[in-house]
């Protein structure tokens, strides 16, 4: 049971900071789609939701070839991230990326931009603008975003496992833990690692769904639209 909860407490360590990664990454670039127009914008918009249609094996080659032994980070710093939990962190936000990203664009094009005019007029600037209108409108849809981003890098398989192998106690995750069970036949142990997986994982579901915007509750329990 303790590599249960060493797989667990490692999955928890890659998500966080996957999500993190993917937040900073996804909201800034959701508010930039949002609020500008620029030419291409549009196709970097379908490159930067790719991986939520690409299988995880191709997303896992591209990682190799940028972040393995003689690919450009390795050649450029001479780092080479493959087989560490870091990998298993970029491959994770890479995948979680877009859950951020396409809420957080969709949450800031709901805000009135004459909201922001007005701050404006009243003597906000800049960054104040976006924490104290913008960001307060937003936030719901998305921390919704990053509840579902957290699952989707929690659960990831495919690109960590091209990335970052499974080596017990270093880079396996809970996905790559149960397959490994799986495959030496432990099915004692894999029920175990599901069990949490899907516990852990409804919980951030239930989350992310009452954090979406219109989902709230009246006085009698009813859904209110």
Same mark, same amino acid.
């Given at each position: 049971m303790a590599s249960a909860w060493i797989a667990l407490s490692l999955s928890l360590k890659v998500a966080g900071w996957a999500? #993190? /990664?993917a937040s900073v990454l996804g909201v800034a670039l959701g508010y930039l789609f949002a609020r500008c127009r620029f030419p291409g914008r549009e196709l970097l918009d379908a490159l930067l +939701? @790719?991986?939520? /249609?690409l299988p995880p094996t191709v997303l896992g080659?591209?990682?190799l070839v940028i972040i393995g032994r003689g690919g450009w980070l390795y050649d450029t710093f001479? %780092?080479?991230? /493959? $087989? +560490?939990?870091?990998?298993? /962190?970029?491959? #994770?936000?890479l995948v979680a990326f877009p859950l951020v990203f396409k809420p957080a664009r969709a949450a800031f094009e709901g805000v009135d931009p004459r909201l922001e005019q007005a701050a404006r007029a009243l003597g906000l600037r800049g960054i104040q603008v976006f924490l104290r209108v913008t960001l307060p409108l937003a936030w719901r849809? %998305?921390?919704?975003? @990053?509840?579902? #981003? $957290?699952?989707?890098a929690l659960g990831e398989f495919g690109a960590t496992l091209m990335v970052a192998g499974s080596i017990p106690g270093e880079t396996q995750t809970l996905s790559l833990a149960v397959y490994d069970a799986v495959q030496a036949g432990r099915e004692d142990l894999a029920n175990r690692l599901v069990l949490i997986t899907s516990l852990v994982c409804v919980l951030v579901l239930l989350g992310a769904v009452r954090l979406l915007p219109g989902h709230k509750m009246n006085r009698g329990g009813s859904r209110v639209p």
């Open positions: 999500t #993190a /990664v +939701t @790719l991986p939520m /249609v080659y591209y990682l001479g %780092i080479s991230l /493959v $087989f +560490t939990w870091q990998g298993a /962190v970029v491959a #994770a936000s849809a %998305i921390l919704a975003g @990053l509840l579902l #981003a $957290f699952a989707r």
